[in-house]
Nanobody, 124 residues
Framework: QVQLVESGGGLVQAGGSLRLSCAASGGTFSTYAMGWFRQAPGKEREFVARISQVLGNTYYADSVKGRFTISRDNAKSTVYLQMNSLKPEDTAVYYC?????????????????WGQGTQVTVSS
């Protein structure tokens, strides 16, 4: 069983930056692909970014491409999401998730473990 704990959320002005962290425990972190998802009020949860297990290949939603960067530190069992040039529409609860499968996926149903989420609010 893998436990995931997100941190780093908060309130930021449009154009600002935040760095989210997700610390994993209870499993072999390097064997999981890691993803970030977000859910805005009244909307479905959506894919944001993914990083693969071995090569660290990254995938992004079009809405965040060029502004967000996902990275991982296997020695610290932590995945990060650096968010730059934030917009009010980025306001959401951000979740990290772990996926045991190697094949890249943006579908939340394919992820095995989830964190509790961290709130990101971007003011205009």
């Amino acid at each position: 069983q893998v436990q995931l704990v997100e941190s780093g959320g908060g309130l930021v002005q449009a154009g600002g930056s935040l760095r989210l962290s997700c610390a994993a425990s209870g499993g072999t972190f390097s064997t999981y692909a890691m993803g970030w998802f977000r859910q805005a009020p009244g909307k479905e949860r959506e894919f944001v970014a993914r990083i693969s297990q071995v090569l660290g290949n990254t995938y992004y939603a079009d809405s965040v491409k060029g502004r967000f960067t996902i990275s991982r530190d296997n020695a610290k069992s932590t995945v990060y999401l650096q968010m730059n040039s934030l917009k009010p529409e980025d306001t959401a609860v951000y979740y990290c998730a772990a996926d045991r499968v190697v094949v890249p996926t943006t579908s939340q149903s394919d992820y095995d473990y989830w964190g509790q989420g961290t709130q990101v609010t971007v003011s205009s």
